[in-house]
């Protein structure tokens, strides 16, 4: 099973409609635009560096926008690029990372935007 695969099988689809209910639920969260896959090998990467903040933020929520619904959420979450990670926090999302950036860069964003992060232990 690929990375995106797993990740699809334990976050939560957030179709355009259920949008703002996922910014209301998800005290800290990321909300990921993909692309499509088989054009974009790269969303592998970000399913990986969305698993891993979720391993370092506890209590994070992961959101996935199914592609078809990509085109109808990407200005309102300021994505440019795909894929992207938007990060939300107290109901509204506050940054988004356009693209696959070094690992440094999504530690970074979430230690500002969250809080120091945990050490993971392997």
């Known amino acids: ?15 355009a409609s259920g949008a703002d209910a996922f910014l209301a639920s998800a005290g800290r969260g990321v909300l990921l635009f993909t692309g499509d896959p088989s054009q974009r090998p790269e969303a592998q990467d ?51 990372l356009c693209r696959v950036q070094d690992w440094a860069v999504y530690q970074r964003a979430a230690e500002v935007l969250f809080g120091r992060a945990k050490e993971v232990v392997s």
């Not at 099973?1 to 179709?15: F, G, K």
């Open 46 to 96: 970000v399913a990986v560096i969305a698993s891993e903040l979720a391993r370092k933020v506890p209590g994070l929520a992961i959101g996935v926008v199914p592609l078809a619904e990509e085109p109808q959420l990407r200005t309102r979450f300021d994505v440019s690029a795909v894929p992207a990670v938007v990060f939300v926090k107290d109901g509204r999302a506050v940054s988004t």
């Open 1 to 15: 099973m690929s990375p995106l695969d797993r990740l699809l099988s334990t976050s939560q689809a957030v179709p």
